[in-house]
């Protein structure tokens, strides 16, 4: 990532625009992103192939280095997709307005159908519930609790009679509707723990029994990678209209929806966010596209790193590199020390323009080798410590056993310490070190 983000940066002042290296190694970033957030391997290929497609050609900012950019280009596009075609709800010309939840048991359809009735409610409408869960002993029930939470009524079967058909039910349900007069139904239906062609069979003949307006595919956003299958499942099967995600309080990451809406093409319109009737809203495509990048994250992260350079150092730095003097072994140890001190963040150095390769420096030493170089570069006279050229065969052995190391190790150090001088003579007459006051062009 980093060495291709130093290069290009560079060529980026010819091009004026986003180099396909700066997008392909941004790209990946996202990629890590996209796939910890869950969402589904082939709907990232996917996106990230349209990113691709988006960033090439766009017109480089002044405003953000190019990674930054990328970054931001991939929130653009996944707030747009998320949100797409958001709508609302579309009720019937002539009453009932039918609304049908499926959806696997436990992903929160039964609690939905109170928030949604309640919200209905709130929005001037008259909603009826509508009890067509018959599997579980106590779903009716629990039902029947959401609607007196909510301040709806609810259409169930009469108890004792037997085993219930829930189409029958449904049916009946519409009539109850038009006789006192509600002008929204919402259907709540049994779900199995996994895809059962039975529980399908029941949704499909629900839906031709009451031809709803809205079929609700109701899935939980902690189920990450198995949403795709679940929701393919259900658009082969019952089919629908609008989504809903539900347990958005939880930790997940929320690629599910991602997947969901790639994978089936259809919109989510509803956020669940807990176990309250009010913890409902509609569903936000910025939010979600800030959780599933952790946006948040990477930006306050890379302002960290910038802000972890020590402030004098850099300073000085800059004014060394200005003056065109040469970059020594002390501003060698300085420079590693400075980016072991910001710790992981130092990895998203490769975000910074410029810093990949002195990271590629520090990553040859780990953590326990850095004391090591320290005390190599210690064991050296002032003298060689600015001029290394000077530092000769017998000098070398004299170093090593100073500071109780190898002779081989004082060669590998100094070899890499001339790579950086390399390095830092080439940025100082090119780009600059971001965050260095006066070096950036
Ligand atoms: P159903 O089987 O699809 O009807 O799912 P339920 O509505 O019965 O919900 C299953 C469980 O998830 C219940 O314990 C709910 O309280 C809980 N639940 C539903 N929606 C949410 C939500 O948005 N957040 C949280 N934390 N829990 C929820
Ligand atoms: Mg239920």
Redesign the pocket.
């Known amino acids: 990532l980093s060495d291709r983000l130093t290069s290009v940066f560079t060529n980026l002042r010819s091009k004026g625009r986003l180099s396909e290296a700066d997008i392909n190694a941004t790209a990946r970033e996202i990629r890590v992103a996209l796939l910890e957030a869950d969402v589904a391997l082939p709907v990232v290929k996917d996106f990230i192939a349209r990113i691709k497609e988006r960033a090439q050609g766009s017109e480089v900012s002044q405003a953000l280095n190019p990674a930054q950019q990328v970054v931001k280009i991939v929130n653009d596009e996944l707030i747009e997709i998320l949100g797409g075609e958001t709508r609302r709800v579309r009720f019937a010309k002539t009453p009932p307005t039918v609304i049908m939840?499926a959806?696997?048991?436990?992903?929160?359809?039964?609690?939905?159908?109170?928030?949604l009735a309640r919200w209905l409610r709130e929005e001037g409408h008259t909603p009826l519930l509508v009890a067509c869960?018959l599997q579980?002993p106590n779903?009716v029930q629990?039902l029947q609790v959401?609607g007196e939470r909510a301040g709806v009524a609810v259409y169930a079967p009469e108890p004792g009679n037997g085993v219930g058909d829930p189409v029958r039910v449904a049916q009946a349900s519409i009539a109850e509707a038009k006789r006192a007069q509600h002008d929204v139904v919402i259907i709540?239906t049994?779900?199995r723990l996994g895809i059962d062609s039975e529980m399908m069979q029941q949704a499909i003949d629900i839906r031709r029994a009451t031809e709803p307006e809205e079929v609700l595919f109701?899935v939980?956003?902690m189920v990450g990678q198995d949403a795709v299958n679940t929701a393919q499942a259900f658009m082969d099967g019952v089919g629908f209209d609008g989504v809903v995600l539900?347990?958005?309080?939880?930790d997940a990451r929320g690629g599910a929806a991602l997947s969901v809406r790639q994978i089936t093409g259809r919109p989510i319109m509803f956020?669940?966010?807990?176990?309250k009737l009010e913890?409902?809203d509609l569903f936000h495509p910025d939010r979600m596209a800030g959780r599933i990048l952790d946006m948040g994250d990477i930006l306050t992260l890379i302002e960290q790193a910038q802000r972890t350079f020590d402030e004098e150092q850099t300073a000085r730095m800059a004014d060394k590199l200005a003056s065109g003097e040469d970059f020594t072994l002390e501003d060698f140890l300085d420079q590693m020390m400075m980016i072991r001190k910001m710790g992981p963040i130092g990895n998203l150095l490769g975000m910074l323009p410029g810093m990949g390769q002195m990271r590629q420096q520090v990553n040859q030493i780990d953590d326990r080798d850095l004391d090591r170089v320290a005390a190599i570069i210690r064991s050296m006279t002032p003298g060689e410590r600015s001029d290394p050229k000077i530092i000769n065969g017998s000098r070398r052995s004299r170093i090593a056993k100073g500071s109780g190391v190898t002779v081989g190790e004082v060669n590998s150090l100094v070899t890499r310490f001339f790579q950086a001088q390399k390095m830092m003579k080439s940025m100082a007459g090119g780009m600059g070190i971001p965050g260095m006051p006066g070096t950036r062009r």
């Open positions: 939840l959806g696997l048991q436990g992903a929160g359809k039964t609690t939905l159908a109170g928030k869960d579980r779903a629990q959401m709540d049994a779900g109701v939980d956003a539900t347990k958005l309080d939880g956020a669940s966010t807990g176990e913890d409902f």
